[in-house]
């Protein structure tokens, strides 16, 4: 059989994962090809009758295989893009949700009108999506993250270095909360903290598509049994902050109130701020101290 060209190669992965009920079959093929072949895919139409190798051809099919099975697109990629930066990702982080970007433009409005050097932690940083966007748009910050997960923490550290800011971003050993905040000696210099912690309810991780509850790390989703877990903690945590002023954190559906009960117990705040997503669910936590 002669080789394949572009064209053909993508009609026949589109079927394939049509097939497997992927919502965006020529997306997803398009993209897999566009990968094996490093090229952009916005470079994909105009090498439509472009013949493709053996190998390239073999490794295509593997793609189309690994997304059939309802691998995330982005975790056989290796690639994903947030807040329109580019970011290495694999199955040690979670991959990026367009949600995390409201939280990311609400942080950026309110640490800029706050100060311009201010001092950020960005607790859970899975692949470091927050803390790199945050410091890419506000050039006087100095950022910490932390994980609990020593592999997202290898994933975030690429992404730093990737963009240039391992001077403003210090990624601290991995440990739950702000346990790396104190044994690093920088808790008291912390004036804004943000989050986006797990926050699924334990009961509800299996009922999510199979690309999360299959693919994604489980540390990344579980809130425990209300999903509100590492709100409690973190809160309790985040009370003992000396200089904290601002705090910033991503929720779930229906849990506004909840959270926000959770601020006033922990850090009696009177200024909290609520803010819904584009698809109009109340996403955002913020908390002026
Ligand atoms: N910040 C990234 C984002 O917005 O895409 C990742 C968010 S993911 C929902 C939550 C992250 O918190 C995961 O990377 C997970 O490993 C981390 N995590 C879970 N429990 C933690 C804990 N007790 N302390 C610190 N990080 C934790
Ligand atoms: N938004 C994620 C989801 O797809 C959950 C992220 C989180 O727990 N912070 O369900």
Do not use: W
Request: with cysteine; charged share 20%.
């Amino acid at each position: 059989m002669a080789a394949p060209n572009v064209a053909e190669l993508i009609a026949q992965g589109t079927k394939r994962l049509a097939a497997a009920g992927i919502d965006s079959p020529d997306f997803d093929a398009s993209s897999l090809l566009a990968s094996v072949l490093e090229v952009e895919l916005r470079c994909i139409p105009v090498m439509r009758n472009d013949v493709v190798s053996a190998e390239a051809k073999r490794l295509f099919i593997a793609y189309v295989s690994r997304r059939a099975e309802r691998e995330p697109l982005q975790y056989i990629t290796g690639d994903t893009e947030f807040y329109g930066l580019a970011f290495k990702c694999n199955a040690q982080a979670m991959v990026p949700r367009p949600e995390t970007e409201t939280l990311v433009a609400a942080a950026i409005d309110r640490i800029g009108a706050l100060k311009d050097d201010a001092v950020i932690a960005d607790i859970g940083t899975g692949a470091g999506i927050i803390a790199i966007s945050l410091a890419q748009a506000l050039p006087g910050a100095q950022l910490y993250a932390t994980d609990i997960s020593p592999g997202a923490l290898a994933v975030a550290g690429e992404n730093v270095r990737r963009h240039g800011l391992a001077e403003r971003i210090t990624l601290l050993p991995p440990g739950p909360f702000l346990a790396p905040l104190y044994e690093d000696g920088v808790a008291d210099q912390i004036e804004v903290v943000v989050a986006n912690p797990p926050y699924v309810a334990t009961g509800d991780i299996d009922q999510l598509q199979p690309e999360i509850c299959r693919f994604e790390p489980r540390q990344a989703l579980d809130g425990g049994p209300d999903g509100l877990d590492c709100y409690r903690e973190l809160l309790m945590a985040c009370s003992e902050l000396p200089r904290l002023r601002l705090l910033i954190v991503e929720i779930g559906a229906g849990q506004a109130e909840a959270v926000s009960a959770l601020v006033v117990e922990h850090l009696g705040a009177a200024q909290i701020e609520i803010i819904p997503d584009l698809a109009g669910i109340e996403r955002v936590v913020i908390t002026q101290i």
